[in-house]
Antibody
């Protein structure tokens, strides 16, 4: 059974950065994309980007380009998402999610539990 | 990038009734790459439907998806108490996008 376990909640100052981790177990880590989805309080879902570990390069949503970096560590089956230049509007729950289809699809069948990031001075 | 518009924003129904949720895309959805997710408060989303009409593993058959091109529908044939949640459509592929959601409430 695939499991995605995310790191814990964070409180950050405006202008700083946050790195959230997503550790995968129970499946083929290398060949399935892991993506990040943001959900602001009371709002909908927003795709930020994703990576297929075996390929190593990430794709990003245009609105986050230049501010987010997604990396994968195959040795620990962990994917990281770093978001820089944080502002109050970045306060949200961040989810990692796995592609349903090997090689990537952008459709997600396994999700992490979510990580709350609060940006406040 | 395709914009997905879901309607209605909120749907008020009772257990046992039929629910029909709509998702309209600003551009034709290629290969019917349209998925539906259910999200309950405090939980991660759950994949229900992919390919516009295929149920994901473990999804009850009261959930069905239909549509093509730019117009898609999620139907819940007979609502159970646990079906009251927020539902999102998604155009998946290279740059996935989500609709704004429909809240299904009692």
């Amino acid at each position: 059974q695939v499991q995605l376990v995310q790191s814990g909640a964070e409180v950050k100052k405006p202008g700083s950065s946050v790195r959230v981790s997503c550790k995968a177990s129970g499946g083929n880590f290398k060949s399935y994309g892991i993506h990040w989805v943001r959900q602001a309080p009371g709002q909908g879902l927003e795709w930020m980007g994703g990576i297929i570990p075996v390929f190593g390069t990430a794709d990003y949503a245009q609105r986050f380009q230049g501010r987010v970096t997604i990396t994968a560590d195959e040795s620990t089956s962990t994917v990281y998402m770093e978001l820089r230049s944080l502002r109050s509007e970045d306060t949200a729950v961040f989810y990692c999610a796995r592609d349903r289809v090997r090689g990537g699809s952008g459709m997600f069948d396994y999700w992490g539990q979510g990580t709350l990031v609060i940006v406040s001075s | 990038e395709s914009v997905l518009t879901q309607s209605p924003g909120t749907l008020s129904l009772s257990p046992g009734q039929r629910a029909t949720l709509s998702c309209r895309a600003s551009q034709s959805v290629t290969y019917n790459y349209l998925a539906w997710y259910q999200q309950k408060p405090g939980q991660a989303p759950r994949l229900l439907i992919y390919g516009a009409s295929s149920r994901a593993t473990g999804v009850p058959d009261r959930f069905s998806g239909s549509g093509s091109g730019t117009d898609f529908t999620l139907t819940i044939s007979r609502l159970e108490p646990e079906d009251f949640a927020v539902y999102y459509c998604q155009h998946y592929g290279n740059s996935p996008t989500f609709g704004q959601g429909t809240k299904l409430e009692i």
